[in-house]
């Protein structure tokens, strides 16, 4: 259970989500309706009871073996289930049915041949394929992308299922197929009624009234070099405070979408629906409509935009001392990509920064640095995640992948950006006004010994009763970093970790080591920053659009819409780019890469590409002729008579056999050899027995 903290406590407490054994599962009925909330490295799915507390321990679902291919469960599904005690005590849910319409959809692609029409499923969990009616199917054509419900005329007992085609959505060799796909796949809501694309046509120019003039104060935005809308600018300059000699005064100002978006307008309804925009490789399904996004609520240079901005002061080492915010009239002075402004600071400055460099850049750098000593104070967790960046050419097809680059500029917009969120929190909980916290949960107990396991595993050393903190995983880090064991440990540091979500109880935020957070800096593409706006502008009686009662009256149900749209936006964002990642590597079938185990399952092996980050799947039928067993501690396949290993982390070499743009799907056959071990049957480490899982040679989950 969550622990909620008095709002003028420094250290809030940590709740304890967990997947408890049979004797924490008392009140469990045999048969309730349950979400899927969770999807851990193995792929397994895990369940909370429908209107449980977020804090009500998870339950795993139990691997469908195939029979509701069409109906496959995902993450925020509904499912009616059955829970069941197993061998050790551990309770798990069954699936009787899936719940609502989505049930019963599924997104195909049209395939005909021998004169049948069929709808191929474009989810790579489902392996059955719907048979429609000839004379229904007539005026499609093969390739077509549609929406298909289960079930029809002339039902079958036997053979494949029947479907009847709801809507065609699109072609499979559209270059757009891949964000398509993902946007009906997901549900995500697309488009805005004709009231709110009214409102937003309607919107007017911001004047000075009832606002501080900051348009002669140097801002700027500093972006990817794509970017459409931008919701930030920054200034920094040294504080000529003789009492506080050597620190620094820093401006970040944000969109003021609170002054076009009004509580319970239809733009605030659409607002609220979507939760957030939805950003793919090839197009970004804004929160708001582009007249706003990109324009009156855009912070573009030159042009006078309204904005909240928060003036803040840090002293030499970083801490910050005081902050005010302003309801204000500002004007960039100037557009710069993450580029540009590093490349002008390392010394080699276009036109444009070569103006700015003595007056803006250099200072900005300048507070920066003095502000990173507070972060570096602070100890953050410091974890790697490696992000790939999709290039399109000018016919719309991929023309390559590369590594998304972090650069000190980056990490300067995210420092400017976490304080002004801080002060945000800060305000509001000053004040007493209510809001919606972004938090992030300790890891559960669980998982930290998972964690434990696995490093004695590599003989690395973690006193056990240890309190996780960020600093015990940033020094853990730190210390494997140059050794053989770098990555894998990243990347079991980063599964350890919980999700943030937003919450109107404030527990804190783990990762970023801080008492109290809020979304404050992005209201163009989040919900959650702009119900904070209004929160300050109530808070701080900087208008009459504040926080509206209504608004408060369902906060608590607004975290919870916020943060399921975000996870909605994830999945679709990554689907879509394994799709587009998919299509680039499809005429490279037969070629050879090199690659890293980056996750063991009980049904194969997960391979990233070292050119492309691309993931794909090694199945385990194809790694020998013997049975291989999950030994979940050391995150490992490990051959039943031989020991013989494959590990997470390891650096392996894979050809690519099958790429499925459709779905996705990746499939490779693995060229290296495993590791040896010590023949016999590998027993599993850890406190908490599990059935051993046996997979011969042919089968596959």
């Not at 300059?237 to 003789?242: F, I, V």
């Not at 009763?465 to 064991?485: M, V």
């Amino acid at each position: 259970m969550r622990r909620p903290r008095s709002p003028r406590s420094d250290k809030p407490a940590r709740g304890r989500g967990s997947r408890a054994d049979a004797s924490a599962q008392v009140g469990l009925p045999p048969v309730g309706v349950a979400e899927v909330v969770e999807r851990d490295a193995d792929g397994d799915l895990f369940v909370r009871l429908a209107r449980a507390e977020e804090g009500a321990a998870l339950v795993r679902l139990a691997p469908d073996r195939g029979e509701r291919a069409a109906g496959a469960p995902g993450l925020g599904d509904r499912l009616l289930v059955r829970f069941q005690t197993i061998e050790g005590g551990e309770v798990e849910a069954r699936l009787i049915k899936r719940l609502g319409q989505s049930a019963h959809r599924i997104l195909g692609v049209v395939r005909k041949a021998r004169g049948e029409v069929r709808i191929e499923p474009v989810d790579r969990r489902a392996k059955e394929s719907l048979l429609i009616p000839q004379f229904e199917g007539r005026d499609l054509r093969d390739g077509d992308l549609v929406l298909a419900q289960v079930g029809g005329t002339a039902e079958r007992r036997y053979g494949p299922k029947r479907g009847k085609v709801l809507e065609v959505v699109g072609r499979e060799d559209d270059p757009r197929a891949a964000s398509l796909l993902a946007i009906h796949a997901h549900g995500i809501p697309t488009g805005f009624s004709a009231d709110a694309e009214a409102e937003a046509d309607a919107a007017e120019p911001p004047t000075l009234a009832g606002r501080t003039d900051l348009r002669e104060l140097p801002l700027v935005t500093i972006d990817p070099p794509d970017a459409r809308d931008h919701d930030d600018a920054v200034f920094a300059e040294p504080d000529d405070d003789a009492r506080n000699a050597g620190g620094w005064i820093v401006w970040v100002a944000i969109a003021d979408v609170a002054a076009y978006v009004r509580p319970g307008s239809a733009l605030d309804v659409a607002a609220r629906e979507k939760g957030n925009s939805v950003y793919f490789p090839d197009r970004v399904e804004p929160m708001l409509p582009e007249v706003l996004s990109a324009g009156l609520c855009s912070l573009r240079e030159g042009e006078p935009r309204a904005c909240l901005a928060v003036r803040m002061v840090f002293d030499k080492d970083g801490r910050k001392r005081t902050h005010r915010f302003h309801r204000g009239l500002m004007r960039s002075a100037a557009k710069l990509s993450y580029e540009e402004a590093q490349a002008a600071i390392d010394g080699r400055p276009g036109d444009q920064a070569a103006t700015l460099m003595e007056r803006v850049l250099t200072p900005l750098f300048a507070a920066y640095a003095t502000l990173k000593q507070g972060r570096d104070a602070r100890s953050p967790l410091e974890i790697e995640s490696a992000e790939r960046r999709i290039h399109f050419g000018a016919d719309g097809q991929i023309a390559q992948i590369t590594p998304r680059a972090s650069l000190p500029a980056h990490k300067l917009i995210e420092e400017f950006m976490i304080q002004a969120n801080v002060c945000a929190a800060e305000t509001l909980e000053q004040r007493r006004t209510p809001l919606i916290y972004r938090v992030h949960d300790t890891p559960s107990d669980e998982k930290v010994q998972s964690l434990v396991d696995f490093l004695g595993t590599l003989g690395v050393a973690w006193s056990k009763g240890q309190a996780p903190s960020t600093a015990r995983f940033n020094r853990l880090l730190a210390d494997t970093r140059d050794g053989p064991h770098a990555e894998i440990v990243n990347e079991v540091v980063l599964r350890t970790q919980m999700q943030a979500i937003y919450d109107t109880d404030n527990i804190g935020h783990f990762g970023l080591n801080l008492p109290r957070y809020a979304h404050f800096t992005s209201p163009i593409r989040r919900y959650a920053d702009l119900i904070v706006h209004r929160a300050l502008v109530r808070a701080l009686a900087l208008g009459d659009d504040g926080l509206a009662d209504t608004d408060i009256a369902r906060l608590k149900d607004t975290a919870e819409r916020i943060t399921m749209a975000e996870r909605r936006a994830m999945a679709a964002e990554r689907d879509a780019t394994d799709r587009y990642v998919a299509s680039f590597l499809a005429d490279r079938i037969g070629a050879e890469f090199e690659g890293r185990i980056t996750g063991v399952t009980r049904f194969g092996l997960f391979v990233r590409l070292a050119e492309t980050g691309a993931d794909g799947l090694v199945p385990i039928a194809s790694l020998g002729t013997e049975y291989f067993i999950h030994d979940e501690t050391a995150h490992a396949l490990v051959g039943e008579r031989s020991g013989a290993r494959w590990r997470l982390g390891r650096e392996v070499e894979v050809r690519l056999k099958e790429a499925t743009p459709i779905t996705g799907g990746l499939l490779f056959e693995m060229l290296s050899e495993p590791e040896a071990g010590e023949a016999g049957v590998p027993r599993r480490r850890g406190p908490k027995p599990r059935r051993r899982e046996r997979y011969p040679r042919g089968r596959r989950r």
